[in-house]
């Protein structure tokens, strides 16, 4: 089992950066395939990108292909997503999720753990 905890969001103009971070608990944190999902006001959770648990390889939402890169360090058990050319559109809550020698996927019900999420605002 793993526990996530998501920090680094807050109020941005539009055209900067943020990055965020999700700490996990546990010692097997390389074997976890990790993702960062968003929700915004009134819409459903959405996938934005995942970096799997062998051979690091990623993938990202076309909405944020590009500007948006995801990493991850196993020694710190943490999991990164640098956000740059941020759009109000960008505007959400981030989730970190997590899954045990998981593919990746970009469906809700592809990650068994979840964090409680952080907010990115960004202005116009």
């Known amino acids: 089992q793993v526990q996530l905890v998501e920090s680094g969001g807050g109020l941005v103009q539009a055209g900067g950066s943020l990055r965020l971070s999700c700490g996990a608990s546990?010692?097997?944190?390389?074997?976890?395939?990790m993702a960062w999902f968003r929700q915004a006001p009134g819409k459903e959770r959405e996938f934005v990108a995942a970096?799997?648990?062998?051979?690091?390889?990623?993938c990202y939402a076309d909405s944020v292909k590009g500007r948006f890169t995801i990493s991850r360090d196993n020694a710190k058990g943490t999991v990164y997503l640098q956000m740059n050319s941020l759009k109000p559109e960008d505007t959400a809550v981030y989730f970190c999720?997590?899954?045990?020698?998981?593919?990746?996927?970009?469906?809700?019900?592809?990650?068994?753990?979840w964090g409680q999420g952080t907010q990115v605002t960004v202005s116009s």
């Open positions: 970096i799997k648990w062998i051979g690091d390889s990623t």
């Open positions: 546990g010692r097997t944190f390389s074997s976890y395939t």
């Open positions: 999720a997590a899954d045990l020698y998981g593919g990746v996927s970009y469906k809700r019900d592809g990650y068994e753990y």
